[in-house]
């Protein structure tokens, strides 16, 4: 089992900036490959960014891609993504979720445990 918190969410102007965390707690965290997805109102799931359990590798998805940045220190247990240029359409509840390797995880279906998510409300 992994337990997952996020943090960091808010509400920000346009233009602003969040660095969202989520601390890993249960299992070895280091083994374990680490995504960031959002569910903004009305709409799926969708992926957004994931790191490998050695930090090595990201993966970004294109839409986002000069905005988001993904980042792990497994010495804490923590999973970041820092998010600049705000916009209103970034409005949805972010969670981090782990996959243990071999997964893709680049696909929700990739990823076994979930945070509860944070809330991130970006006004214009």
């Not at 083994?31 to 969708?46: A, T």
């Not at 490998?52 to 497994?74: H, K, P, V």
């Not at 409005?91 to 782990?98: G, L, S």
């Not at 696909?107 to 979930?114: P, T």
Request: aromatic share 12%; proline share 4%.
């Amino acid at each position: 089992q992994v337990q997952l918190v996020e943090s960091g969410g808010g509400l920000v102007q346009a233009g602003g900036s969040l660095r969202l965390s989520c601390t890993a707690s249960g299992r070895t965290f280091s083994r374990e490959h680490m995504g960031w997805f959002r569910q903004g109102p009305g709409k799926e799931r969708e992926f957004l960014s994931a790191i490998t359990w050695s930090g090595i590798y990201t993966y970004l998805e294109d839409s986002i891609r000069g905005r988001f940045a993904i980042s792990r220190d497994n010495t804490k247990n923590t999973v970041y993504l820092k998010i600049d240029s705000l916009k209103p359409d970034d409005t949805a509840v972010y969670y981090c979720a782990a996959a243990p390797p071999n997964s893709p995880i680049e696909q929700l279906s990739g990823y076994i445990y979930w945070g509860q998510g944070t809330q991130v409300t970006v006004s214009s």
